[in-house]
């Protein structure tokens, strides 16, 4: 193939993905921005307020930078078939003039306290400032004046619209590569985000079956870690391999891009049978939590004969999975349950499959057909 080729296979590439995106934009104000959010034709998805959090003092600079005539960063959306616009990058701006005026709720329907603003550099007369003070119309004891809110209510913020028209993929990729990147969102949190937006009720599902005591009795994770949603993603993690093909884990190019598009999968796959993972995450983390508790994916001292630090998924790879792979039959005691762990961390299969050098893409061919070896009653 010669050069001119690849040209034009890269450009018939380009061409077909730039047909597949249909987008559009908008200069809007901050009223405008309201209005949709109570006619409730714009969806900011409270439940990402876990994810991105912003101090009162970075959302009081937002206000101060509103009323100072600063631009605002352009906020992306999302065009739904139903002509409502889930945003996809701006949460936390919208998010905050929502909550400064009053009129932003939570994931459960419930009104939040209203914004009180603080002292900044260039405007320390905000300190303890409101949007309204409806006691006292004038604004002349803390909410802002109606000159004041008119200035915020007319400032114009540039909204980009992916239509309704684009390919599935879009969405997806548009949310990934804007929330990618600094310390705007980890691996699993940009996936939790995916998955709000793709399928609310898959993620509720996922978080419910995160809270089973057994599952937080063998992870046993830090305060730090939980607030990550590194729980989630161990989660993840299980729902994606028990029953993963062996023949694909070697043809994994980049583990978190991975694990990302199977959970985009499980996301639009309407035949995933939750009843059937459940059954087997339940099963697992009962006979795991009833019979080693935190002990389970702790590393084992072969010489000290004790378990000790933290959660490893080297452990969680091989264990959980292979008893979750064969949970159907699988009936052992909890001495042969220990006895099996214990040993485990002698076995050279699993030894060889972890450790310096080694990274999950060559960690996970071995340990997943490993664990479902050995834990077969």
Known sequence: MNIGEKVDTLQ?????????????????????????????????????????????????????????????????????????????DGLQRLSTIYEFVGILKDENGKQVVPLVLQKT???????????????????????????????????????????KESDTFAKYELFQRLNTGGSRANPQELRNCILVSLNPKLYRWIKQLSADENFQSCIS??????EEQYDVEILCRFLVLRNIDENALSKIPDVDTFF????????????FDMEEEKAAFEKTFQLLGECMGNDSFRKYDVAKQKFSGGFMLAPFEAIALGIGYNYK????????????????????????????????????????????????S
């Open 221 to 226: 994770l830090s305060d730090k870690t939980l």
């Open 121 to 163: 550099e260039y405007l320390p007369s905000l300190t303890s400032k409101i949007w309204e003070d409806k006691e006292h119309p004038d604004g002349s004891i803390k909410g802002l004046t109606p000159t004041q809110r008119l200035l915020i209510k007319r400032a114009k913020i540039d909204v980009n619209i992916l239509l």
């Open 12 to 88: 018939a590439e380009i061409d077909q993905k730039r047909q597949e995106i249909r987008s559009d934009h908008y200069s809007m104000s901050i009223g405008e921005l309201i209005s949709l959010y109570q006619q409730e034709e714009i969806e900011i998805h409270p439940e990402f307020q876990r994810f991105f959090r912003w101090s009162d003092y970075q959302k009081t600079k937002l206000i101060e930078s509103i009323l100072l005539g600063i631009p605002i960063p352009p906020i992306f959306v999302s065009q739904r078939e139903d002509g409502i616009w889930d945003v996809v």
């Open 329 to 376: 039959q699988y009936n052992a005691t909890c001495s042969d349950i220990k006895n099996k762990i214990i040993e485990i961390w002698s076995n050279p299969e699993f030894t060889s499959a972890f450790g310096r050098g080694k990274d999950a893409k060559a960690r996970l061919p071995q340990l997943i057909p490993l664990g479902r070896k050995l834990f077969v």
């Open 260 to 271: 990302t598009d199977k959970i985009q999968e499980i996301a639009n796959n309407d035949n």
